[in-house]
């Protein structure tokens, strides 16, 4: 997940979307934006979409690619509550953490260009960023695969100490800097002299830091930071801003002509972008704005369906170099193979005394068995934009899925439009039965490790939910009396709950990396 979200604020600024709004004819798109290839599956796909969304609200944008062709692209809800606009295959998302697979491959080319260490310390790759000693340590290698150490930047801006405050004073120049905590918000706060920093601002930030939060390669945490620095890396070899780069080697020449990354050159919002939303309790409402919008590398790369389609048949082209003979790859084979790290062993095998080896995160991607599968995936959730892009390389199949919605199930919905294509060729699901005597001491609240707590309740259709503290809820489907799959997410190892202790829910190993990358939606 890109950033913490502070979801408090989201209540108290933001306006209700649909009040007062004009009746304004919705506009419509166009016969060639949507495309249904096989119309019965089409129709799941649609099902499954709509099941989730009201009507007239925010939605999703969703593609199916198989064997190199769009089986499914369409629009669901509203890209605009207020205009009614629809959301169509032209319609841009901010693509939130699914971004770092564009920061990460501008790093990859500048390797195979021979510009760039991978194993060279940040200190002399940014040399001006002027780092002290215990940086010396981090590596470019750290940054990509989440080991570095350092402080993830939504921290540090909101120091809770009397030497970060200072730091933040330093940078910013003032007295006593803050930076507004009242947010996502529909727009900035009129008349007030807020701080919004950007990437340059968190480097000098970091600099000034007294250490790391634990030493470079002894760990795995997942970190914003480690991209907004990689983003940094590439103006330094280039002598361009990130946004350039990007758009003259890899946007342009793939012909994502749509494709930009936002940086605090362009505080304008361009027409065919959806305004992002949080459902809340009862009202819909605007959370576009936050006062780190214009920090980049870690998220900000705003994408639409049509380009990422582009985006999807580069990745094959280097995934599969075998039935795209002659074409141009952006990294070599070797390169790629090292991004996703398709060579891991399955099942998961990690050592209990690091989190590194069981997260399985190559650069920019995670990497995972499902079903017999290899898979390979990143999401995205920055204010209330949910997004996904899923790649099975055997099966040349991938989902995208592009939401201005905060609460929508990305996983879960992806794999189920997975099945929906796939179903014959993945290994079969595993199920038990288990009787309520079973499972009646499992009925209670619960509280894990790292906070919050689990209600675990029998429903009236017999189903095991699992809700949580934060006003998610999951279905539990049993694998054991005590070891426990959510709903939607059996393909997966990583998603599974084990109640051995009845007294506290234990998240089974392979699992707990998962809260530092997003919550499970």
Not at 28 to 35: A, F, K, L, V
Not at 236 to 257: C, V, W, Y
Not at 461 to 472: N, W
């Amino acid at each position: 997940m890109r950033r913490k979200i502070l979801a408090a604020s989201v209540f108290l600024c933001a306006l209700t979307c649909h009040a007062f709004a004009p009746h304004i004819v919705r506009a419509q798109c166009t016969t060639e934006q949507t495309i249904t290839l096989s119309p019965e599956k089409s129709k799941q796909v649609d099902e499954l979409i709509t099941s989730f969304l009201e009507n007239d609200k925010s939605g999703a944008a969703v593609s199916v690619i198989q064997n190199g062709e769009r089986q499914h692209q369409k629009g669901y809800g509203l890209a605009n509550i207020n205009q009614h606009y629809p959301i169509c295959s032209d319609t841009l998302f901010d693509l939130a953490s699914a971004s770092k697979q564009f920061t990460a491959m501008a790093i990859l080319m500048l390797k195979d260009k021979g510009l760039l260490n991978l194993n060279s310390s940040i200190r002399d790759v940014l040399p001006e960023s002027k780092f002290p000693a215990w940086a010396q340590a981090i590596t470019v290698r750290n940054l990509l695969d989440h080991t570095s150490g350092l402080p993830n930047y939504d921290d540090i801006l909101y120091p809770d100490g009397k030497s970060e405050q200072e730091a933040l004073n330093k940078v910013f120049n003032r007295v006593s800097a803050t930076i507004d905590k009242n947010w996502p918000r529909s727009s900035k706060p009129e008349g007030e002299a807020v701080i919004e920093p950007t990437s340059e601002d968190v480097v000098r930030l970091l600099a000034l830091q007294a250490k790391p939060r634990f030493a470079a390669g002894t760990k795995w945490e997942y970190s914003n930071t480690g991209y907004m620095l990689l983003a940094q890396i590439v103006e330094h070899f280039t002598g361009k801003r990130f946004a350039d780069f990007m758009k003259e080697n890899i946007f342009q020449p793939l012909g994502m002509s749509s494709t930009f990354v936002m940086d605090e050159r362009q505080k304008y919002k361009p027409a065919k972008r959806a305004t992002s939303y949080d459902r809340g309790w009862k009202e819909y409402h605007d959370i576009d704005y936050t006062p780190l919008n214009y920090i980049y590398g870690d998220g900000n790369v705003n994408t639409n369906l049509e380009d990422m389609f582009k985006w999807e048949q580069a990745l094959e082209v280097m995934l599969r170099p075998d039935i795209h003979p002659g074409e141009r790859p952006l990294v070599s084979p070797e390169t790629i193979t090292e991004a996703f790290k398709l060579n891991t062993k399955y099942p998961y095998q990690f050592d209990r005394e690091t989190d590194i080896a069981r997260t399985r995160y190559g650069y920019g991607w995670y990497s995972a068995r499902a079903r017999g599968a290899q898979l390979i995936w990143h999401s995205g959730a920055w204010v209330g934009f949910r997004t996904m892009i899923m790649f099975f390389p055997e099966q040349r199949f991938s989902v995208i899925l592009l939401s201005n919605n905060m609460q929508f199930p990305l996983l879960g919905m992806a794999f189920k439009i997975a099945r929906i294509y796939l179903e014959p060729v993945l290994t079969p699901l595993r199920r038990v039965s288990v009787s309520i005597a079973d499972i009646r001491p499992l009925l209670k609240r619960h509280f894990p490790d790292g906070g919050g707590f689990y209600d675990v309740t029998l429903e009236s259709d017999g189903r095991l939910a699992l809700k949580t503290s934060s006003r998610e809820k999951y279905y539990l489907v049993p694998e054991s009396s005590r070891e426990f799959f959510i709903e939607g997410f059996e393909d997966y190892d990583v998603f599974r709950y084990s109640f051995k202790n009845i007294d506290k829910v234990e998240l089974l190993p392979e699992t707990k990396f998962l809260k530092q990358q997003q919550r499970i939606q």
